[in-house]
């Protein structure tokens, strides 16, 4: 009796130990799954937040945001549009007399106000610049501006515009005096420019404001990332549609340089008449002087964002011409 519990003892420690084997096996295999399995989830879920990390967003890379300055240096200048381009002295009287008025073609609305207005394309999300240009010898001007837009109104507002020549082609339109005037819409292509672009061609022909007259416009729009140029180019006399396309294509170039951080090149005849004439015209006039006195100084001091900032200054005036009622007798 004496000797059973041993025997038991034997028989448990015997059963114990293929048991304890067992399990030591399944807990090492587990820990190495355990680890392995850990180190796969752990793979997997941070795998598509990686992938999202090292891809910032389009908006980020491709479009950089434009700002005041750069919307300034953007700006078309006499230069590149050649001889007879000068700085507007304010709007032409035509733009009152024959793009205000009530279209008898409700869509048609948007394409006489939008012209009137110079907002085709809608109002910019961020920084914005306006110049204006006439060739006193054509009678004709050119209203140019530079806007950040918010891509997928500005986008809208381009594929809009590729309609035009279809749902308004031909409509007519009645001033505030009852004259009445047609208004004829036609596309006018601008290839190769920028990463999306729309063109038109309109005629407006009639009494309107009491002014028989036909007037040409040429519309151009196109954009580079989020920003975008767009310009109109009308006169009562034939306009040429040349000039159009290289205020679009200097613009562009443009536009292009400082969304790279690069600062715009002069055209040879741009730097040419810089050397001739280092302050602008309108500071001349502002101050009564005929510019001579000082303008060695003043060639020597005057850097290019000198010219950018009097470029502005002009600009200024520009709009406070237009905002006061005075303007180009034309």
Do not use: H
Not at 4 to 23: C, F, I, K, S, Y
Not at 74 to 90: C, F, I, K, N, S
Not at 178 to 198: D, K, Y
Request: glycine share 12%.
């Amino acid at each position: 009796m004496l000797n059973r519990p041993p025997r038991r003892a034997r028989r448990t420690a015997a059963v114990l130990v293929p048991v304890l084997a067992v399990a030591a096996l399944l807990s090492t295999a587990g820990c190495s799954d355990g680890r392995g399995g850990a180190a796969d989830d752990t793979a997997g879920s941070a795998s598509p937040v990686a992938a999202r990390a090292a891809s910032p967003s389009p908006s980020v890379t491709v479009a950089p945001t434009l700002t005041e300055a750069q919307a300034k240096s953007a700006l078309v200048t006499p230069a590149d549009l050649g001889d007879g381009w000068t700085r507007t002295e304010g709007a032409a009287t035509w733009r009152d007399a024959l793009l205000k008025g009530k279209a008898d073609v409700p869509d048609c609305q948007r394409l006489l106000d939008g012209l009137y207005a110079e907002d085709l394309l809608g109002e910019p999300a961020g920084a914005r610049a306006v110049t204006g240009l006439d060739d006193a010898e054509d009678q004709a001007q050119v209203r140019y501006q530079i806007g950040a837009y918010d891509r997928a109104a500005l986008d809208a507002s381009l594929a809009w515009l590729r309609t035009v020549p279809d749902t308004c082609g031909q409509f007519t339109a009645t001033d505030v005096r009852g004259g009445r005037f047609t208004v004829q819409a036609a596309a006018a292509p601008l290839p190769g420019l920028g990463e999306a672009r729309e063109g038109l061609r309109v005629t407006v022909s009639g009494d309107g404001g009491g002014l028989p007259a036909v007037l040409t416009l040429d519309f151009a729009a196109v954009r580079v990332g989020d920003s975008a140029l767009s310009l109109t180019n009308g006169g009562l006399d034939e306009i040429d549609a040349d000039d159009t396309r290289e205020a679009a294509e200097a613009g562009t170039r443009r536009l292009r340089d400082v969304l790279a951080g690069r600062t715009p090149a002069a055209r040879p005849s741009e730097a040419a008449g810089t050397a001739e004439s280092p302050a602008p015209s309108g500071a001349s006039e502002a101050d009564g002087s005929d510019g001579t006195d000082g303008s060695d100084e003043a060639s020597d001091e005057l850097a290019p964002q000198d010219e950018q900032e009097a470029g502005a200054g002009t600009e200024t005036e520009t709009e406070t011409d237009t905002e006061t009622g005075t303007g180009t007798d034309w």
